[in-house]
C-alpha cells in the first residue's frame, strides 16, 4: 500500500489566512473526487453553523482551485483535501515560493490500496494490485466472459 500525506485545511487557519472572516461568504473548492465534496460539505457546514457565515462552493480542479486562492479576490478561500505528494507541484509554487496559501495544521496520513475477501487472496493469492494484471486473475472478475 502506498502511503499518501493528505493535508486539510482546519478553518481557523483557513480562514484566517485568506482574510475570509470579513466576507460576508467564504467559497470552498470543490473537487471532483467523492473524498473532497464530502469534505467540503463537512467544512461548509461547520462554518455555517459554527461562525455564521455563509458559504459557497466553486468546482474545479486543483489547479483552478490553487489558482483562485491565490488570486486574493475571494473566488475561493478553502480547498478542502490536497493530498501530498500528488499536489507537491500546487503547494510549492502557492505555499513555498509565492506564500499566498497556507496549509492547515491538521493533517492526517491517508492511506491509498485496495480490498479483497479473504478467500480471494488465500485461494488465488491476489494480496497486491500488481497480482491483479495476470490473466487468471482478470479472468476471475470478468462475471459475463467477454474479455472486459
Known sequence: ?????????TLSMALAGTGAMAQEKVMVGEPSWPGAKIMASL??????TRLGVEVGYAPGTNAVIFASMDGGRGDIDIHPDVWLPNQASFTNEYVDTKGTVSLGSGSYEG????CVPTYMAQE???TSIYDLATPDA????????DGV
Open 111 to 114: 492511506r491509498a490500496g485496495i
Open 1 to 9: 500500500m502506498k502511503t499518501l500525506k493528505r493535508m486539510t485545511f
Open 124 to 126: 488465488h493469492n491476489i
Open 43 to 48: 467544512i461548509g457546514t461547520v462554518i455555517e
Open 138 to 145: 482478470q479472468a476471475l472478475f470478468d462475471s459475463d466472459g
